[in-house]
């Protein structure tokens, strides 16, 4: 990889510098969905069921998982989808957030089937359009959880998507290619 940099002297004379760097620690960058979701519940809802609400939702992964998977492989590539996280966390005393990380791979690794996929996911979860946001209703309707934790129901989304790297890394973009991460500094 080169890299062109201007540089002055102390006296204003210009000199564009060319440094080639190779960096040979790379992978190749995950493509994340983190879909935000707000539920209200029924009630007021404690710190300790939420852990509760993301271990009973993560009991549909996987069946959501073949579902979104399907979904992307419209192309005739094989796309696989799969959730990897969710987070909760209490904005009021009935307002619960959870973001849910999904990542894609694609049997096929160009940048333009992870962007395809992206905003077939982003349609799914966008609870605006309701005939598209149904593959993931056990997610959209939280049931309650003994009498401790009331029910949620969806209420908005947001969604956000790109290629990530792991903390200390640097995103490589390469608009023809799958973006690289590189450890920082190289090492």
Do not use: H, W
Not at 2 to 29: H, L, S
Not at 68 to 96: H, I, K, Y
Not at 157 to 182: H, K, W, Y
Request: charged share 10%; proline share 6%; glycine share 4%.
């Amino acid at each position: 990889m080169a890299i062109k940099y201007i540089a002055y002297d102390f006296d204003g004379n210009v000199a564009i510098c060319e440094i080639n760097i190779t960096v040979t620690d790379t992978q190749q960058a995950d493509y994340n969905v983190i879909a935000t979701m707000t539920y209200r519940a029924n009630g007021a809802v404690s710190q300790s069921c939420l852990p509760q609400y993301t271990d009973l939702m993560s009991q549909y992964y996987s069946q959501i998982n073949t579902i979104l998977s399907q979904r992307c492989s419209a192309v005739n590539v094989n796309m696989n989808v799969s959730f990897v996280s969710a987070t909760a966390s209490l904005l009021e005393d009935n307002l619960v957030k959870v973001d849910f990380t999904l990542v894609i791979i694609p049997a096929v690794k160009q940048p333009q089937l992870y962007d395809l996929c992206g905003s077939t996911l982003n349609l799914i979860f966008d609870l605006s359009v309701p005939y598209a946001s149904a593959v993931i209703d056990p997610l959209l309707n939280v049931s309650a959880i003994g009498n401790q934790c009331p029910p949620l129901k969806a209420l908005s989304s947001a969604i956000s998507r790109g290629f990530t790297c792991n903390i200390g890394e640097v995103l490589n973009m390469d608009p023809s290619q799958v973006p690289r991460c590189c450890k920082y500094p190289p090492t």
